[in-house]
């Protein structure tokens, strides 16, 4: 098995901090473009007659960033990212100029009763801005293998 941490290093409780990615007007603007192409996501001033009252970047492109960032080693799990469902939600919107880093903790580790070699885990994810707002929780159940069946 690959480096990293298998169902059996984990306990509730456990957190996880990611790196950093700072956001610019050109990157929300080349994801929506090809990704989410509403006005709000594509040219500032037309922005400003939206609800968001300014360029805002899709809240998919947030959860891309979000999953870059927990890969590059905010969640150091064996095996990979593998999801089994989960729950998203965006409170406030991502800017550019942001500069965005996760913040995650263990809710749950449930070993598999059919599947020895692996289980799951419940993580809960915060992506704050440089000002420790929170622009995104998601709440995800991934699967983990275990260091060995049944251990």
């Known amino acids: 098995m690959q480096g990293g941490l298998t169902l059996d290093d984990l306990a509730v409780g456990r957190r996880f901090e990611s790196g950093t990615h700072a956001l610019d007007a050109d990157q ?3 994801f929506a473009s090809q990704f989410d192409p509403q006005r709000f996501h594509l040219d500032d001033a037309a ?3 939206t609800l968001f009252g300014g360029l805002a970047a899709s809240g998919w492109h947030t959860a891309a960033i979000t999953m870059r960032l927990l890969v590059g080693g905010g969640a150091p799990f064996a095996g990979g990212l593998i999801g089994a469902g989960g729950e998203i939600a965006w409170p406030r919107p991502t ?3 942001d500069v965005l880093q996760v ?3 263990v809710m749950a580790v449930t070993p598999s009763r059919s599947k020895p070699h692996r289980g799951s885990v419940t993580l809960r994810s915060e992506t704050r801005n440089q000002r420790g ?6 709440v995800t159940r991934l699967i ?3 260091r060995t069946a049944g251990a």
Do not use: C, K, N, Y
């Open 28 to 30: 929300i603007v080349a």
């Open 47 to 49: 922005a400003r007659d």
């Open 95 to 97: 800017r550019p100029g």
């Open 103 to 105: 913040f995650s903790e």
């Open 133 to 138: 707002e929170v622009v995104q929780t998601l």
């Open 144 to 146: 983990v293998p275990r």
